[in-house]
């Protein structure tokens, strides 16, 4: 595949995360989702949030494969997301239990491509604390705004 092509595949990821659909899908599991157990992750699958967690989960799983197979360099793609990273922190405690329960092959594709990165896990883990410390920030501002009112 030629640099151009790649570029076109890599706009065109871009393009849809942009789509409005998908900009609330992402925001949800951003903010929102915050699996601690597997009846965390069934309350959300179970949910009107269900259809975010999905599109989510689907698109970089979806977008890890363009990247397993080829289509675009892993360089270029760890050089223009690192969203793929937040998506899968988030349901890799859970994934073997996922995976016994909903589909073996659950996020197959990204947990390929994450651990094909040089230390994949390690900035996975790195995530991890990061995202913890500001979900512990946010709650100590939506504390503090709370006892002010």
Do not use: C
């Amino acid at each position: 595949m030629s640099k151009h092509e790649e570029a076109d595949l890599i706009l065109k990821l871009y393009e849809l995360r942009r789509e409005d659909t998908m900009r609330k899908a992402r925001d949800w599991y951003f903010v929102e989702f915050n699996p601690e157990s597997m009846a965390d992750y069934n309350s959300a699958i179970f949910s009107e949030h269900s259809g975010h967690l999905r599109m989510v989960l689907s698109y970089w799983d979806m977008a890890a494969a363009l990247v397993n197979h080829g289509a675009i360099s892993m360089d270029l793609f760890n050089d223009t997301n690192s969203e793929h990273i937040g998506v899968f922190l988030k349901v890799e405690p859970l994934l073997g239990e996922i995976r016994a329960t909903y589909a073996p092959q659950f996020l197959a594709n990204l947990e390929k491509l994450i651990d094909a990165q040089p230390d994949g896990r390690k900035r996975l883990a790195t995530a991890r604390e990061r995202m913890k410390a500001i979900r512990a920030q946010m709650a100590a501002r939506r504390s503090q705004a709370t006892a002010q009112s």
